[in-house]
């Protein structure tokens, strides 16, 4: 971490920009079950100076004038990177099935699941 | 059902249904979108699966070209843009099917957007707008009816897949159902998927609701989204129940409206045909779209093979074609379209036609004949293997009365199994037409012999006369071992019945 990194980080940094800062305790509430994430209310609390620290650190960024520079989706100087449509070797069932904690023949087993639609 | 449809008639009370689509049509590609592991429908389960697959750590997803070029194709195909620059998302959910907890998608920059298809209906030829069409990657799949637990097969894990999105263009249940079937021959027309109901490789989510005008003011029920439909009867039958129970449920209850209730998720229950509302989620659906850091762009202007299927012409459409095939051959609708139904079998009736085949003729064969051949053998015409010469030289033999329509039923069966051609067989079999007056009489009288019912029918009663005489006709043609030309064969039995009744008389 450089050093103005580590002053960026500082408790009364931090707590100046939590004022006016997007990112409240439900959301990081909503993310975490999104995530399926288990918090205690301390954990939550934690999380949310964490995510601010972390946003108004990124947030820097808008500092920069980006008019007239393209978006970048990824930062590597490629495109295109195709292969053939030729078969390669899968995994047999019981490599794919190793690690799993329940099976029954050769499917996966998992705990029922209730709500019976996808995404 | 009754009180739904008494609602429907509700006077003072117009509606129409609005309609969008969500298709999702399976790429015919050997392998995955992401890897190479083979697609095989009802393999073992999770016995085509790989790291990737599985969405173990570290592992790296590689685009497959075969899939980005279907793509392509059917994108054009429905008048989209092709996108020069298309990127991958990921979008982030839980459910036992989906290891890696999101879905390889497109999110803002799909690769076919804003085009159309023309779906002919009775009204004549309706434009669906096609909103976008992007590739993503299937789910695998689990089996609920087990006791005890949920069983996950990852076979199907990674299936390439167009969704393609409509506008809201579409009108009535009836429309939605053309525009599947449609969209379903230009895909297989195309080689761009198999279009296999059986094997699930296209599902529809139809989304529907209604307008409706009550003393000039307009109310809009609530958007519900109909998930994972796999036939095409289903799309409609559940648009048409959805159309009911909208209506309904906004008769008993004004406030039931757009805007103030929310969108709803129904599934379709084939057994009792209704659409059943899914218990929806605590939260609303938030997919968390990012950019996958693993695949980086499709950008089609700087890939050889992804320009040339680009500026490829767009083939003859299924939809050209049959207009095509009645004014240039003379052929009904029916017909045609028959013959259409499978690529290969309309290229092959094209060449039989350049080979000299008469193209009327030849089409009823291809109809009468050669698909009833194909479906003993359960296989299309052109998967039977008979050169279009001699496919083309026994529609010829028929047209120029060497051979009976249903003599050449015989002949046909023969070229199976042989590499003669047509005329050969037939002499081989006997089946040349006779036009030996003497012996065609002789038949003749036999057939009128043996049917003195039939006959009398032909006397007395003229409502079932035309019926007699062709049961006549096909006894001179049962007696004659199919030798004797049917038409002439009516001509004399008429005569023959005529000389019966002057006697009588």
């Known amino acids: 971490m450089t050093e103005d990194c580590a002053s960026f980080f500082s408790r009364k940094r931090l707590e100046d920009r939590l004022v006016d800062t997007p990112i409240d305790e439900s959301q990081v509430r909503h993310v975490a079950q999104l995530a399926r994430l288990k918090l205690s209310d301390d954990e939550i609390r934690q999380h949310t100076v964490d995510l601010v620290a972390i946003l108004g650190y990124v947030e820097q960024l808008s ?7 393209a978006e970048t989706t990824h930062p590597l100087p490629l495109c295109n990177v195709l292969r053939d449509d030729e078969p390669q070797p899968s995994l047999t069932p019981d490599q794919a099935l190793a690690n799993a904690p329940q099976k029954r023949d050769t499917f996966f087993g998992v705990p029922k699941v209730l709500n019976q639609e996808g995404g | 059902m009754s009180a739904l449809k008494r609602s429907m008639t509700e006077p003072g009370i117009t509606f129409r249904t609005i309609i969008g689509l969500e298709v999702h049509v399976q790429l015919r590609t050997k392998t995955k979108l992401f890897c190479g592991c083979l697609l095989e429908f009802a393999a073992l389960p999770n016995s085509l699966t790989c790291p990737v697959c599985l969405g173990l750590p570290g592992a790296l997803p590689v685009m497959n070209r075969e899939a980005v070029r279907l793509a392509i194709r059917l994108g054009k195909a429905l008048n989209c843009t092709i996108a020069d620059f298309a990127k991958w998302d990921r979008k982030s959910y839980y459910y036992p099917d989906l290891p890696k907890n999101y879905q390889i998608s497109q999110y803002d920059k799909p690769l076919c957007q804003e085009g159309w298809l023309d779906v002919p209906g009775e009204d004549g030829v309706g434009r669906v707008g096609i909103q976008r069409a992007h590739l993503e990657e299937d789910a695998g799949k689990n089996i609920h009816d087990t006791p005890g637990c949920t069983l996950v097969d990852l076979n199907r894990t990674g299936t390439p897949l167009l969704e393609i999105v409509t506008r809201p263009d579409l009108t009535s249940a009836d429309q939605a159902y053309a525009f599947c079937t449609e969209l379903q ?35 809009r029920t609530p958007i519900s989204e109909i998930k994972n439909l796999n036939s095409f009867k289903a799309v409609r039958a559940a648009i048409e129940y959805e159309t009911r129970r909208q209506l309904q449920d906004w008769m008993a209850d004004n406030s039931y409206l757009f805007g103030e209730r929310p969108h709803e998720n129904r599934g379709w229950n084939d057994g009792r045909q209704v659409t059943e509302l899914q218990r929806s989620k605590e939260q609303a659906h938030d997919y968390r779209y990012f950019p996958d850091p693993d695949l980086v762009s499709v950008e089609v202007g700087r890939n050889a093979a992804l320009q040339g299927e ?17 004014a240039e051959y003379g052929l009904s609708a029916n017909d045609a379209e028959t013959i259409l139904a499978e690529r290969a079998t309309a290229d092959l009736f094209e060449r039989a036609v350049e080979a000299g085949a008469p193209p009327k003729v030849a089409a009823k064969q291809f109809v009468n004949v050669w698909s009833k051949l194909a479906n003993e053998y359960r296989r299309s015409i052109a998967e039977l293997g008979i050169e279009a010469k001699r496919i083309g030289a026994l529609a010829k033999m028929v047209e120029q009365n060497t051979v009976s329509a249903s ?3 015989t002949v046909a069966a023969a ?17 040349i037409q006779v036009v030996d007056e003497e012996e065609l009489a002789k038949w003749v009288d036999a057939a009128i012999a043996a049917n003195e019912k039939a006959v009398q029918t032909i006397l007395t009663n003229p409502k079932k006369a035309k019926a007699s005489e062709g049961f006549l006709r096909g006894q001179v043609m049962k007696i004659s071992s199919g030798k004797a030309d ?17 006697q009588e008389d």
Do not use: H, W
Request: with cysteine.
């Open chain 2, 407 to 409: 003599a050449a039923k």
């Open chain 2, 310 to 326: 680009l500026n490829r012409p767009i083939d003859e459409l299924p939809v050209a074609r049959c207009l095509r095939f009645q």
């Open chain 2, 415 to 431: 070229m199976l199994d042989s590499t003669d051609g047509p005329d050969f067989l037939a002499e081989q079999l006997g089946l």
């Open chain 2, 486 to 502: 049917p038409g002439r064969a009516g001509e004399l039995i008429a005569k023959r019945v005529a000389g019966l009744k002057d």
């Open chain 1, 63 to 69: 500092e920069l004038n980006t008019d007239g520079i």
């Open chain 2, 185 to 219: 021959k230009l895909a297989t027309y195309l080689s761009v998927s198999e279009g296999s109901m059986q094997k699930g490789q296209m599902r529809f989510e139809p989304n529907v609701n209604l307008a409706i005008v009550r003393d000039g003011i307009e109310y």
